[in-house]
């Protein structure tokens, strides 16, 4: 069985369809979903969607794109949520240099929740985009707050970059983009040291063939671990334990 690491099943495209798609996990090989927070009400639909179904978790947190209009009453509230037992990370918080969202205030907000997960003892969901030497500087500086483990999802950066972040020993996710024609993305998840590998789907993004150009739902998620598979020469029940393993681990989920 597979596990979504990162899914956003309130997005308004599937929301009306969770409980039909939550149904379809089990025939899809899927055991369970993270449903990840980028703002407040996502935050706080995330918690209460997986306080309404036993295979959804939580994470909570403050995406960049919210970090010139974030309050301190704002991270006061990620943190009330993240209390919640269902709540299993802090994120997605990051850096997004792709838009233009001010760059200063996206990496204060970036800090407080790296300082906040610590303070919940929470492993953080880090969202990059074109920003990988800032978020580098920002990582090593604030290095002695992250003691309970860092998730690059859906990791578009290179294989350099894996060995500059590996004195944080982060975990990397991986979803539909992978499958696409033009991917390159073999030699780069090689990299990636087995028991630090995991899967998504970003849902409704990114989704993989044979099924590119739909919605995407958790229930894709075999094809992301069929590739792998292929990309690692292992077989896609390797695939499914070894990922499923280290998902739970991350996420602290017994």
């Known amino acids: 069985m597979l596990i979504d690491s990162h899914a956003h099943l309130l997005d ?6 969770i409980p039909a798609i939550v149904a379809d ?6 055991e369970m979903s993270v449903e990840i927070g ?38 006061k509230e990620i943190a009330m949520l993240a ?8 994120g997605e918080i990051g850096l997004d240099y792709h838009y233009d969202y001010d760059k200063t205030a996206q990496k204060s907000l970036l800090i407080k929740q790296i300082i906040l997960a610590d303070s919940l ?19 090593k500086e604030y290095k002695k707050y992250i003691n309970n483990g860092i998730l690059f999802h859906c990791y578009s950066g290179s294989r350099e970059m894996i060995d500059r972040f590996a004195f944080l020993d982060p975990y990397y996710a991986f979803g539909g983009a992978i499958t696409f024609k033009n991917n ?8 990636v040291k087995k028991d630090r590998l995991m899967l998504e ?24 671990a069929e590739r792998i598979a292929l990309d690692l020469g292992m077989s896609y029940d390797e695939i499914a334990k070894i990922t499923t393993e280290n998902t739970k681990r991350f996420y602290n989920i017994k």
């Open 184 to 191: 390159n993305r073999a030699e780069v998840i090689k990299a």
């Open 201 to 224: 789907t970003d849902c409704p993004y990114l989704t993989p063939v044979p099924h590119r150009g739909e919605i995407n739902t958790p229930n894709n998620l075999k094809f992301v």
């Open 121 to 139: 003892n929470l492993p953080v969901i880090i969202h990059l985009r074109d920003a990988y030497l800032d978020m580098e500087n920002i990582l």
């Open 38 to 75: 980028a703002d407040m009400d996502s935050s706080r639909g995330a918690v209460k969607l997986a306080d309404s179904y036993k295979n959804i978790y939580a994470a909570v947190g403050l995406h960049p794109e919210s970090a010139e209009s974030f309050s301190e009453d704002d991270i």
């Open 12 to 17: 308004e495209r599937l929301r009306d369809n």
């Open 83 to 90: 209390k919640n037992s269902k709540v299993v990370a802090i």
């Open 25 to 30: 996990f089990a025939k899809n090989d899927v």
